[in-house]
T-cell receptor
Framework: DTAVSQTPKYLVTQMGNDKSIKCEQNLGHDTMYWYKQDSKKFLKIMFS???????INETVPNRFSPKSPDKAHLNLHINSLELGDSAVYFC????????????FGDGTRLSIL | GIQVEQSPPDLILQEGANSTLRCNFS?????LQWFHQNPWGQLINLFYIPSGTKQNGRLSATTVATERYSLLYISSSQTTDSGVYFC????????????FGRGTSLIVHP
């Protein structure tokens, strides 16, 4: 069983489109995260939710909107996609917000044409 | 925010060699993890080690929290060890923002 699963694995789309990435964890964790990994492999946190409540929002354009329908799911919706949004997006979860290891999904590679 | 520096940025080894990767951080932390990003892009948990020493097979890690660094040791390296090794930390106080270092890119030649 995959602990943290993201769909889709690959997403190729045109500039200006709207797209969503889904994430689900079956670990029973309370906290979930979205990270962006750029072309230089730098990983930066975008958002974090704890028990469906937004707790971290790191200077991300408001074209990015996370949604957590329940503790096990954290989806990422992106409006009006731009070339600079091309990256690998990783979802992660941890048992709690502090003092707990994070477990990562396999990533979604987003390419904007 | 907290600063995380990893060294060396790049490392090339012959199979069988040993290596030490370093992670320095600028503030006290209560969360430190080492990850291996394999050539397929997956982030694999290696160690959760905010302090102390742990070993898992050929890999071991030590964090000296009071001196603000962590070391990852790879012994008898294999080609499958190739990839990027990341250190990620979160500060003890203030806002909890997990921060990654820029990684050490390791290539192990047969």
């Amino acid at each position: 069983d995959t602990a943290v699963s993201q769909t889709p694995k690959y997403l190729v789309t045109q500039m200006g489109n709207d797209k969503s990435i889904k994430c689900e964890q079956n670990l029973g964790h309370d906290t979930m995260y979205w990270y962006k990994q750029d072309s230089k492999k730098f990983l930066k946190i975008m958002f974090s939710y704890n028990n469906k409540e937004l707790i971290i929002n790191e200077t991300v354009p408001n074209r990015f909107s996370p949604k957590s329908p329940d503790k096990a799911h954290l989806n990422l919706h992106i409006n009006s996609l731009e070339l600079g949004d091309s990256a690998v997006y990783f979802c992660a979860s941890s048992q709690a917000i502090r003092n707990q290891p994070q477990h990562f999904g396999d990533g979604t590679r987003l390419s904007i044409l | 925010g907290i600063q995380v520096e990893q060294s060396p940025p790049d490392l090339i080894l012959q199979e069988g060699a040993n290596s030490t990767l370093r992670c320095n951080f600028s503030d006290s932390v209560n969360n430190l993890q080492w990850f291996h990003q394999n050539p397929w892009g997956q982030l694999i948990n290696l160690f959760y080690i905010p302090s102390g020493t742990k070993q898992n097979g050929r890999l071991s890690a030590t964090t000296v929290a009071t001196e603000r660094y962590s070391l990852l040791y790879i012994s008898s390296s294999q080609t499958t060890d190739s990839g990027v090794y990341f250190c990620a930390v979160a500060p003890s106080g203030g806002s909890y923002i997990p921060t990654f270092g820029r990684g050490t890119s390791l290539i192990v030649h047969p």
